[in-house]
């Protein structure tokens, strides 16, 4: 079936740069997006990229597209204790269905 | 422009208890969501609709009950509350592209 997978940790050094995977099964997804949910808050929308792409950069964030092997990387460069979060990978497979995996948890280390 | 907003923020039921919670959205959105989220589960989806008077199951529709009256609001029912609904939900609207924007969650316990 249908499924979103990332692992569920990442510790990083303030400065250097983040990179949170993601693997995705179905084949006929449009868009694929990164979301960041802060302590307490509701999940905010990063970035996206349709699936015929395979990078859209954004200020720090790049993210890179390998439909062949379905995977999804989400890159912040210059991390800062801001960026702390649960990172949360989604599939778009059709107009009425988004799969959301179990969410990254970046930790910032000093 | 106030986006998602959910009511309530906080709430506190006992066993049996029923409850409403209400998602409003002012981006004249087609598509509203509601996901509880529990430790180690991520979203799971309850209940969506894709646009005024419809509404369908998602993957874990069962103890809830959704309506879709008017376009700007998506409404969760909870007739009988169960220990098992103790979490926080998460409502969202979307774009034709399907980028969701989501609420700030509601925290329910249930004892």
């Known amino acids: 079936g249908e499924d979103v997978e990332q692992s569920l940790f990442l510790s990083v050094r303030e400065g250097d740069s983040s990179v949170i995977n993601c693997t995705y099964t179905?084949?006929?997804?449009?868009?694929l997006y990164w979301y960041k949910q802060e302590p307490g808050a509701g999940l905010q929308l990063l970035t996206y990229?349709?699936?015929?792409?395979d990078m859209k950069q954004d200020q720090r964030l790049t993210v890179l597209l390998n439909k062949k092997d379905k995977h999804l990387s989400l890159r912040i460069a210059d991390t800062q204790t801001g960026d702390s979060a649960i990172y949360f990978c989604a599939d778009k497979v059709r107009d009425d269905k988004i799969i959301f995996g179990k969410g990254t948890r970046l930790h910032i280390l000093p | 422009n106030a986006g998602v907003t959910q009511t309530p923020k906080f709430r506190v039921l006992k066993t049996g208890q029923s409850m409403t919670l209400l998602c409003a959205q002012d981006m004249n959105h087609e598509y509203m969501y509601w996901y509880r989220q529990d430790p180690g589960m991520g979203l799971r989806l309850i209940h969506y609709s894709v646009g005024e008077g419809t509404t369908a199951k998602g993957e874990v529709p069962d103890g809830y009950n959704v309506s879709r009256l008017k376009k700007q609001n998506f409404l969760l029912g909870l007739e009988s509350a169960a220990p098992s609904q103790t979490s926080v939900y998460f409502c969202?609207?979307?774009?034709?592209?399907?980028?969701?924007?989501f609420g700030p969650g509601t925290r329910l316990t249930v004892t």
């Open positions: 969202a609207s979307s774009t034709s592209s399907g980028e969701q924007y």
């Open positions: 990229i349709f699936s015929n792409m």
């Open positions: 179905d084949s006929s997804s449009t868009y």
